[in-house]
């Protein structure tokens, strides 16, 4: 007897993950300037100024609206709405004009009932709101934790979007933000994420207190180098750290919710620190600074070549921390032709830092990724590093 049933065809992603996401993605990201107060108008300056500043030419790609976008209510077939005040022509209409800037367009939604400011979300509508993303021209999904999970673990949650997303037909770049609560970077990958993040919030402050809100800058790097993950990360799944905070200060964001007292904006050293940790660590670069107002020394920091090329190079490795003494850390990430090493120091006062160089050759080339200056080296590295501040260095074997 024949059956006929017709076993459902597994899907199959447009382009294998490998090549969608062959180095960390990069863009902006409306919520670490905007919050929740974004809009339309905020997208678009911001797509336009992409291109303005050279972001784009420099590689950032996305521009992604995170929380906030929906209306209160879903449509009555479930459907996500679009806030009809703040986005009152649509997301279709957003993403074509991100799209004719040579950009690509991102949005957010939760595997919860709920957004993590209480707009409605995916869980159990997941395919319709795949659909919904490809038919507007949706090209990354950032899906967050929040609402209520009706019983349902995380990589369930997870999956079943995973699977969503690789049944449309349209490349979707799925960004899973678990907040590292269930080591997502075990799993990420099996679900079809192509990123995991890995930490709480980063917030624009050097360190933030246990009773303040989210992880400062150095709290995340304490908190990537003592996790085991670099075998999971990799051309096709990247460790995500969080979004950038470069540029950030005491009224960007979500800052601008915190008492008075407790705002510390990112001082210039703080800002190059982040940045250098950021490509050292491999992470997805997603700008999160009002781009509108953005000076120019922060966007040197944005589009500093060597420190980009660090963060993109193919090989794909995720920098570990190899030394931490007191004030010092040293930072090692391998690269295609050599290996980048950081040189952070965590100190209030001017410190020389010296490493070994991570070659095993007699004679080295180097890189000074702030300077640009290049030699021809041997012997140890050595740096003076200003406080809170941290030197990179391109090294290469003769
Ligand atoms: C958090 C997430 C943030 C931001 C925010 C929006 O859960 O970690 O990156 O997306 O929700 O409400």
Sequence with gaps: ?????????????????????????????????YSCAVTA???????????????????????????????????PDGRLRADPETFPEGMAALADY?????????????????TCQGYPASLGRERLHAEQFADWGVDFL?????????????????????????????????????????????????????????????VAKWRAE???????????????ATLDITSAHGPGGWADPDM?????????????????????????????????LWCLLGAPLMVGTDLRSVDDDVLAILTNEHLLAIDQDPLGAQGTRVRCDGDVSVWQKPLTDGVAV??????????????RPPVDADGYHTLDCWSGEERASSGELCATVSPRDTAVVRVTPH
């Excluded at 459902?8 to 992603?13: D, E, N």
């Excluded at 899906?143 to 349209?170: F, I, K, Q, S, W």
């Excluded at 246990?210 to 990537?224: K, N």
Aim: hydrophobic share 35%.
């Design 98 to 114: 991100v799209h004719d800037r040579g950009l690509r367009f991102g949005l957010y939604s939760s595997a919860g009932s709920h």
């Design 244 to 276: 950038l905070q470069v540029g950030n200060g005491p009224d960007s964001g979500q800052s601008q919710h915190e008492p008075t007292d407790v705002r510390r904006p990112l001082t210039a050293a703080e800002n190059r620190s982040h940045f250098a």
């Design 41 to 75: 108008a905020d997208v678009r300056d911001a797509a336009d100024a992409m291109v303005e500043t050279g972001l784009r030419d420099a590689g950032y790609e996305y521009v992604v609206v995170d929380d906030c976008w929906m209306a209160e209510e879903p449509g």
């Design 342 to 355: 950081g040189l952070c120091n965590r100190g209030e006062a001017p410190t020389e830092i010296r490493a």
């Design 142 to 202: 950032k899906y967050d934790n929040c609402g209520d999970h009706r019983g349902r673990g995380p990589r369930d949650r997870y999956a079943t979007m995973g699977e969503a997303l690789a049944a449309v037909d349209r490349d979707i770049v799925y960004s899973i933000c678990e907040w590292g609560q269930s080591d997502p970077w075990v799993w990420g990958r099996e679900v079809g994420g192509h990123c995991f993040r890995v930490t709480d919030d980063a």
């Design 210 to 224: 246990d009773e303040e809100f989210g992880l400062g800058i150095a709290d995340i790097a304490d908190r990537m």
């Design 1 to 33: 007897m024949t059956s006929t049933f017709a076993p459902p065809t597994p899907p199959v992603r447009m382009t294998d993950a490998t090549d969608l996401v062959a180095t960390p993605p990069m863009g902006w990201n409306s919520w670490n300037a």
